[in-house]
């Protein structure tokens, strides 16, 4: 179908009731479509029933004022559901009065540059998710209260407004308050009682500091996240109240330096499921943050001054996910990481100071996942990684003065299913028995993979059909490895790797052969 049919056909559409039971439109990410006046007015006329309608991320426009907007909300009474990115170029300045005749109106969000609120939009009784993404916008309805139904606010790049009305207070039904790139808006000293708020949200604000010192009357306070701050990378400790939130179960915590943390916070970490600290500081890690018995997920990234972890890390014994990544100062992991019994994934990522990992890592019998990228100086692995019988997805990428994997290692890797080595790496001999049962083999650079492996039974372990590797190494009496007509079904075309001169079929000796692809 052309440009030029396409457009006519949704010009009809939009004039006429071809679905006449329609209750979803969705415009989205569509060059072609051009919004105007008159196909909004046009489209309240043809779709009266509609309840949801999402106009999103159109490029072009014709004349689109305020009147088509005011007659969509005149014709589409019956819409919930509200979607709408107004055009850089809408020259209106406000969102048309008749926005108060959607009456059942549930959710509502708009996008623009340039626009305020009408007073009216706090009839909006049925309403329970605002969100505004709204450049310019100077302010917020003094009576935004009255939606008492309101269950999620969200402010998004609204760098204008400075402070948030009196009456939210009156919000008793919140649950998420987000405040993200609102770098003028302030927060008051004592927040409001949201006694059902469970997600507060706030990012990328520059004015706001300290936090409220209220914040731990929030009982049902599910989710802190608090990143990128700028009032509060000196903060020196929690508001003193923090330890009434016993419901927290995930906080996240970037760009904020904690020099301090009072001892009174281990009732609200008792119940702490996912702790992510990110940017700042941080030298050490408090020990009081130890008491969070019941955590799963641990994220500890970009702290350039973190030397080190305490002892009592191993005490993190419900601890499901940890990942480390962008600590150039840490050295060593504590010898207790082998406490850490119910860890099924293990991220070390961009630890440039890292040396070795703790003999104790072979106790962890639920690891599935190990993932090492970009350890520069991580020169060898424990012996003791031999003995992770759970593990099924193994990577070391870009560690370059690893050069070899231990050589206990392999045998007891029986659940490896996953293998990504990218690095200039050793594999011992047991470790070859594991290849045929490895789904995924990626290796991008050079390796005696196949080194002191007898070559008659390399058919067994090798599938050229799964194996998307380079295969740059082998026995030399690789070409001989063909003893039966079995083996014939899983050697490459044609694969006929060079033999040194005088080999014996089984020869354990090995040649480098620079760039043999696999098919």
């Known amino acids: 179908m052309s440009a030029h049919e396409l457009l006519r056909q949704l010009s009809a559409f939009s004039r006429h009731s071809a679905f006449p039971r329609l209750k979803k439109l969705v415009i989205s990410e569509f060059s072609l479509v051009l919004i105007s006046d008159r196909f909004l007015s046009a489209l309240a006329e043809a779709h009266p029933d509609l309840i949801e309608l999402r106009i999103d991320a159109i490029e072009m426009y014709d004349g689109f004022e305020a009147d088509g907007m005011s007659r969509l909300f005149e014709g589409c009474t019956r819409l919930e559901d509200l979607h709408l990115c107004c055009p850089p170029t809408w020259q209106a ?6 926005i108060d005749r959607l009456a059942g109106l549930k959710n509502l969000y708009l996008e623009a540059f340039n626009f305020d609120l009408p007073d009216s939009i706090t009839s909006l009784q049925s309403l329970e998710s605002l969100t505004l993404r709204t450049y310019r916008l100077r302010r917020l309805p003094q009576d935004l209260g009255n939606l008492t139904l309101l269950k999620s606010l969200q402010l998004e790049s609204c760098a204008v407004i400075t402070s948030l009305p009196t009456s939210i207070h009156q919000l008793t039904n919140l649950h998420r308050l987000s405040i993200i790139a609102c770098s003028r808006l302030r927060l008051p000293d004592i927040l409001p009682d949201f006694p059902a708020l469970r997600i507060l949200d706030i990012r990328d604000c520059g004015a ?21 701050v700028m009032g509060l990378r000196a903060l020196t400790r929690l508001p003193a109240s923090s330890s009434g939130l016993t419901s ?65 890390f191993g005490q993190l014994t419900a601890l499901k996910t940890l990942h480390l990544s962008g600590l150039p100062s840490l050295t060593s992991l504590p010898e207790g990481f082998g406490q850490l019994r119910a860890l099924e994934i293990l991220h070390l990522w961009r630890l440039e100071a890292l040396t070795h990992l703790p003999e104790s890592l072979g106790q962890l019998k639920n690891l599935q996942e190990l993932d090492m990228y970009s350890c520069d100086k991580l020169r060898r692995l424990p012996d003791s990684l031999g003995r992770l019988s759970s593990l099924e997805r193994l990577k070391v990428n870009h560690c370059p003065v690893l050069t070899a994997l231990p050589e206990g290692m392999g045998s007891g890797l029986q659940s490896l299913r996953e293998l990504l080595l990218n690095c200039e790496k050793s594999l011992p001999p047991p470790f070859i028995a594991l290849l045929h049962s490895i789904a995924r083999n990626d290796r991008d650079c050079g390796s005696q993979v196949l080194q002191r492996h007898p070559a008659r039974e390399l058919w067994r372990f090798w599938n050229p059909k799964e194996a998307r590797s380079k295969v740059d190494a082998a026995p030399v009496g690789l070409p001989c490895f063909n003893p039966s007509p079995r083996a014939h079904s899983h050697q490459p075309h044609g694969a006929r790797l060079p033999r040194a001169e005088g080999a014996a079929r089984g020869d354990t000796a090995t040649r480098r052969v620079g760039g043999t692809q696999n098919p």
């Open 93 to 98: 300045h406000t969102i048309p009065d008749s």
């Open 248 to 312: 927290l179960t995930t906080l996240h915590l970037s760009g904020v330096s904690f020099s301090a943390v009072s001892g009174d916070i281990g009732c609200w970490l008792s119940r702490l499921r996912t702790l992510k600290v990110e940017g700042g500081r941080l030298t050490s890690v408090p020990d009081s943050l130890w008491l969070a018995a019941a955590l799963q997920k641990l994220h500890i990234k970009d702290l350039p001054s973190l030397a080190s972890l305490p002892d009592c």
């Open 208 to 228: 706001i500091s300290p936090l409220p010192e209220n914040l731990g009357q929030l009982q049902a306070l599910e989710t802190l996240q608090v990143e990128q």
